[in-house]
């Protein structure tokens, strides 16, 4: 090998010997990032070992399963005796999740409050809305509302009070049927609150409101066919066909989906709720019949949901296949089918048969009684048998005429449980605060002495405290969090040893090869040295 060639060997072991030293330096970093991790790692473990929860036990039973959260205090029930515990800040309001703030929106009540309380009917629509947003059952609604509205409850010292209540009705036949419900079910349904007439904004939403439930509407622009207006008389007369009609806007489609969650979302509620002036008491069995009524004729005529997709290609989007869909056929109108239809041009919805159906159902109860004589199903009303004056089911039916309710000295703790927590929102005011159900959150927030909890006491009024001077509160070790925790800090520990592994054998491989390096750096450098030597002695 010649000088030249010697020297450039020499030049690229030396550059091979920057790059691995290089590369170990970047190795070594590596691997003190890792330790600086490990350390992390392991600090948050050796604090995990000192989690806590918050348990509730009310009844002194030493029972630790029971974990205090949010709708554990908000809710009456027997794990607290009935007594709701309510959530506050340093101002005294009460702290509400987004559905109970939802409720206390849409009953009107101020988050600065009243300082007094409000009206039976605030009272009502706030537990109405509580059942809208799935906080209440809609028996418990019912049972609540059915008992006067106790305006002491929470306030101060009262008498915790039940009510016996007389209910007074009376049998009718189909003929007088229709009488009672042309004087009593007079809520009226324009085309206003069925959205009709001409949307030009794209995309924008429509609201159905009768004062009980809402639906929405977006991007449509339907036709009501028949009138500006109907009562459910008017439906069951069937003088006059009310017909909801769409003619492809954007797409046949969207109407579909649109006419499917006005059924689903408002439609068949509305009837349910005009019926409810007839034949809800308010007992159990009586509003069972009513909500199982509606349910079946969802379920009989309705897809799931169908939501708005921002996608202008899809409009709507169904989440489980949209619902049945008649045609008509030559010389008919939608009149002659039950649930939605549709023509070449047009996608139709008779109001009228909706309304029969719902009777019919009502009719044949939970027990399916009268089935030979009554049958619903989507499609043709030539398969179907509704209630008429020819065909009158079982004959009669019970007419709720009005009730007593009679004072008495047992405890009906549920209503009372509600009015102190209504009350108590209504006078204090309240602020919202979506991360309340979470139980570490809500646990944070309570250490930390940014929330508070009031409890009633034995004057009847509700007092401010801190959850760790509360006799049921207890604090204790988190026992599924620690295993939780030393499960996560063995599996991100494996995982930082087996990087820490492949680091090592990397640098184990680096330097192997710059001792090699070395070696070889050390034999050109002495091949080189010898050779200019044995220059300079030639022609020295």
Known sequence: MGLAAQQARLLTITGRQSSCMGSLMSLSHDKEVLARDKDIMFGEYQNSLNQ???????????????????????????????????????????????????????????????GTLPSDKMRNNFF?????????????????????????????????????????????????????IKERCTSAVNGT?????????????????????TAYIQNKAFSLVGGNYFTLSDLLSGTTQYTLKGTKNPSQEDDIASMNNILLGSFINWVSFQFANLFDSGDRDASSSLAYTAETLKELLCSASITYSEKKEDHFKPTGGFPTVSTIEA??????????????????????????????????????????????????????????????ADGTWTVFDGK????????????NAYDALFNYICANGWTENNEVTDNEYLQRMMENGMFFISSQEDDGRYHQGRYATDKYIQVVQDDEAIARAEAKYNSEKLKLNQKEQILDLKMKNLDSEISALTTEYDSVKSTISKNVEKVFKRYG
Not at 72 to 94: C, E, H, Q, W
């Open 193 to 213: 609150m069925l959205n009709c007439g001409i949307i030009t904004t794209p995309r924008t939403q429509y609201l159905w409101n009768d004062g009980n439930n």
């Open 128 to 180: 109405t809305a509580l059942w809208q947003n799935q906080l209440l059952g809609v028996e418990q609604m019912y049972q609540i509302m059915d008992v006067p509205y106790n305006q002491k409850a929470g306030m101060g010292l009262y008498d915790m009070y039940t009510f016996d209540t007389e209910i007074f009705t009376h049998e009718v036949d189909y003929a007088d049927l229709l009488k009672d």
């Open 52 to 114: 806590t929860k918050l348990i509730y036990d009310y009844y002194g039973t030493g029972d630790q399963s029971q974990q205090l959260n949010y709708g554990l205090m908000m809710s009456p029930t027997l794990l607290n005796n009935y007594a709701p515990i309510i959530l506050t800040d340093m101002k005294n309001r009460s702290v509400l999740s987004s559905k109970y703030a939802s409720a206390a929106r849409a009953a009107g009540i101020p988050q600065e409050g009243f």
């Open 404 to 415: 007593t309710v009679n004072k008495t000295q047992d405890t009906t703790r549920l209503s």
């Open 331 to 392: 010389n008919k109108t939608a009149a002659d089918y039950l649930g939605i239809t549709k023509t070449a041009t047009t996608t139709e919805l008779n109001l009228n048969n909706i309304a029969q159906a719902f009777l019919a159902l009502y009719t044949k109860g939970p027990d399916n009684k009268t089935t030979d004589v009554l049958n619903i199903k989507a499609g043709a009303i030539a398969d179907n048998k509704f209630v008429t004056a020819t065909n009158p």
